[in-house]
């Protein structure tokens, strides 16, 4: 303005904008407030210590660790409410088949979707080619314990292995009353069919229970639980390639063991809501032991006692070394793999970090956990050519023992030793090809010349080997250079206390209770089955050739 001075001038001419800019700015801020937004978590790593103790088991899950975050992440979980679980009266044992492939762990009917498998034998087929591994997993829905393995696929050892496996885990569980739930798939049901007669004879109560056709979510425990194992598995398996800087086929032994330590190491760490493991609530206290890295290098302490340490001497070495393959659940002890097959140690010593990791011996890993030795090239001898004699054309005499029933051990009960009774005993069932031992045969054959019924079903066992001798001595015309039975040539022996089916004594076993006329001819009657040469068969109850 004209007669103001300079400096005012020149101050206003400031202010103004100044003044302008505040405002500006405040127009802004109010334009641009917004809602205030949730950051993702920023992982933090620990310590080195707690680093290495967190790669011995991965679990629990942390999202600072690479493999955890790569194998078993979710997502971003935006929450959902907890159902409460059902507490159930009788324990429920889940069991249901899964494969492993180079994809990862999946259910039957997922797996079929991902290697485009039209039916059970394109499943078999790629079973017998390696590129499917058949496992599997029983669980126990109250414990939360479960535990897993892979499949023999040698035709009956793969059923007997996994029905003994199912045994084993509810021997350990330590129930007596139990229902055994199981989809529909045939194979599965075969198993729980057998594992159920099985064990009605060691528990008091068992029951068995399936999901309904095509209904998974009626099968969800289980299912629940696979995913569990799938994940951590994953876990550790990538750890592990990481470590030795190779991929570890499917089909190689050290997965299977890993398999089964995955279950086993859940037990021991995971812990519920109410504060416990599977282990502890269990056995009644938490697991105790020490762990390592699965396939971790680790030494042990050899035994003190035993034919070995005679044979090792006392200026020998006092530890062994081996890869680690986890915890043996049923006996309490680690688990070493060695060049020779499977060891097993109550002592663990890890080596130094630069030590641990050896892909040589893990890749020469050949024991599985349902062989434990490693299988070798068979060897090879060569006989010396040493010319024999041709044996003589001996006949065997079609005349079967007297045949102890189901009714005959129901009514006189089992004994005590003989391998017959024994497997009746332990599997409550019959095994063909196996026959009662000779003191058995006694005791039982006595108790039945006690009683009339018996006794004739003795005399009819006598008329067809007297029937039978009849029939070869007419065949022979020839009786001096015809082979002859040698019942024949046994002398007349009246020993004091015979025994049933002893060939070299002619008296009569059951005293007074047979007429005389029997007794003189028992010596030439009651035998088991007649050999020329004075052999005997096994008790098959089948006929030999004529």
């Known amino acids: 303005m004209i007669g103001q001075p300079r400096e005012a001038l020149v101050n206003d001419d400031i202010a103004e904008p100044a003044e302008q800019e505040a405002l500006n700015e405040e127009e802004l801020q109010q334009q641009e407030d917004v809602e205030k937004v949730k950051l993702a978590p920023s992982p933090q790593l620990p310590s080195e210590k707690e680093i290495e103790e967190h790669n011995i088991t991965h679990w629990p899950f942390r999202n600072w660790c690479k493999w955890c975050v790569l194998s078993r992440a979710l997502g971003e979980q935006r929450g959902r409410a907890r159902q409460g679980e059902v507490e159930h009266t009788v324990p429920i044992i889940g069991m249901d088949y899964f494969f492993l492939t180079s ?21 078999d087929r790629l079973i017998e080619e390696k590129k499917v591994v058949k496992c599997l997993i029983v669980c126990d829905y109250s414990s939360k314990a479960v535990f897993a393995t892979v499949i023999s696929q040698k035709g009956h050892d793969n059923d007997e292995y996994s029905v003994n496996f199912v045994l084993e885990v509810i021997k350990w569980l330590g129930y007596t009353t139990i229902m055994l739930k199981s989809d529909n798939e045939p194979a599965m049901l075969k198993l729980v069919r057998v594992a159920v007669e099985r064990l009605r004879v060691r528990l008091e109560t068992v029951r068995e229970e399936h999901s309904k056709e095509h209904d998974s979510k009626s099968h969800g425990g289980t299912e629940t639980r696979i995913r569990s194992v799938r994940m951590l598995f994953r876990t550790l398996r990538s750890f592990l390639e990481s470590q030795l800087g190779k991929k570890i086929p499917i089909s190689h032994p050290a997965l299977a063991w890993l398999l089964s330590y995955t279950a086993t190491l859940q037990n021991i760490v995971a812990r519920g809501t109410d504060g416990h493991t599977p282990w502890s609530k269990i ?84 024991a599985t956990p349902w062989e434990l030795k490693a299988p070798h090239d068979p060897e090879v001898i060569f006989p010396e050519n040493v010319p024999k004699e041709p044996a003589p054309n001996r006949e065997i005499l079609p005349v079967r023992r007297l045949k102890i029933t189901a009714d005959d051990l129901h009514k006189y009960g089992l004994t005590h030793g003989c391998p017959y009774c024994d497997y009746v005993r332990e599997h409550g069932q019959a095994r063909p090809g196996m026959g009662h031992s000779m003191a058995c045969r006694d005791r039982i054959l006595t108790e039945l010349a006690k009683t009339p019924t018996g006794l004739e079903r003795i005399r009819k066992v006598e008329d067809r080997a007297e029937h039978a001798i009849a029939r070869y001595i007419e065949k022979h015309d020839q009786a001096d250079s015809a082979p002859k039975p040698s019942i024949v040539d046994l002398p007349d022996v009246q020993p004091p206390e015979p025994r049933w089916g002893d060939l070299a004594r002619s008296d009569d076993p059951f005293g007074d209770l047979m007429n005389q006329e029997v007794a003189d001819k028992h010596m030439e009657d009651n035998v088991d089955d007649y050999h020329p040469d004075g052999g005997s068969g096994m008790d098959t109850g089948e006929t030999g050739p004529t």
């Open 103 to 123: 994809e990862g762990i999946h259910g039957r009917d997922e797996m079929m979707k991902v290697l485009d498998v039209k039916d059970d034998e394109a499943i």
């Open 283 to 366: 056995k009644g206290r938490p697991f105790n032991g020490r762990l390592a890295a699965f396939g971790e290098m680790c030494r042990w302490k050899l035994p003190n006692k035993g034919a070995a340490v005679k044979d090792r001497g006392n200026m020998e070495v006092r530890s062994e070394e081996g890869v680690f393959l986890g915890v043996n659940w049923n006996m309490n002890e680690y688990i070493y793999a060695t060049a020779e097959g499977i060891r097993g140690s109550r002592s663990l010593t890890r080596v130094p970090f630069e030590q641990r990791w050896s892909l040589e011996a893990l890749s020469a890993i050949a």
